[in-house]
């Protein structure tokens, strides 16, 4: 039986998940999640076409599983690593991942999985970010990205660490041109991964450390 009805679910689940995601201005939003999940269930829809309409014995989960693989590409292209070294756009890479096997659910007939997985989704995306944040504030461990005037400034930022008993676990430092002209005048940025036995509260650090002389910026990872 052909399933070319289910494909409106694939539009509803996958803009469900686009849509969250565009609240949230991501790279991936609407009408991309729309998109990959509508394209994933026609890929299924294809696969059944070439096997009971032109009876081509051929493996029907070969298409589909390129489509799992493929959507590496896409949701590569929404992960941005930052200057500071932080790795931004996992959450809608996976969520892109998801869109696409939810379609290839919708296209194979399987919708009562689809329509609960885009739950499911929904629910890690908007209620779990909420208990990712409770154990990020009991944490105690830290890494702190620190752009610097001059290289004496390093100085004072270790003795606040030092004054707060935290433990310096390594230290990174590099120097940065402020513009691409080969004498171009520079700063420096400091990756500094840190312990304390105390759980740190989020932005007491950074609001020391950038009261600072010549800190430009500082950011908790």
């Known amino acids: 039986m052909s399933n070319e009805k289910n494909l409106p679910y694939a539009v509803v689940c996958g803009g469900v998940i686009g849509a969250e995601r565009e609240t949230k201005r991501r790279p ?9 999940c509508l394209g994933a269930a026609i890929t299924t829809l294809t696969s059944q076409y ?15 599983a ?7 590409f896409i949701g590569a292209g929404t992960i941005i690593v930052t200057r500071d070294k932080r790795v931004k756009g996992l959450t809608t890479a996976a969520g892109l ?8 659910a919708c ?11 885009t739950l499911v989704v929904l629910v890690v995306e908007l209620v779990l ?29 270790l003795a606040l660490l030092r004054e707060r008993r935290v433990q310096i676990e390594s230290l990174e430092i590099s120097r940065i041109a402020d513009t691409d ?9 400091a990756l500094i991964p840190i312990h304390s ?25």
């Open 28 to 36: 991936a939003g609407f009408r991309t999640h729309i998109l990959i």
């Open 50 to 64: 070439l096997l009971l309409s032109l009876h081509l014995f051929t493996d029907v989960a070969r298409l589909g």
């Open 66 to 72: 390129q489509v799992i693989s493929g959507i590496g």
């Open 97 to 104: 991942w998801a869109a696409a096997i939810i379609g290839l």
């Open 107 to 117: 296209g194979a007939g399987y919708v009562e999985c689809a329509v609960f997985a």
């Open 129 to 157: 970010i909420r208990l990712e944040f409770k154990l990020t504030s009991k944490s105690t461990d830290l890494t702190l990205y620190i752009e610097y005037a001059h290289a004496v400034c390093m100085e004072s930022v």
């Open 181 to 189: 002209a080969p004498d171009a005048p520079h700063h420096y940025c």
């Open 197 to 221: 036995r105390a759980p740190l509260r989020p932005g007491d650090l950074r609001n020391d450390l950038a009261a600072l002389p010549d800190i430009l910026t500082v950011e908790e990872m």
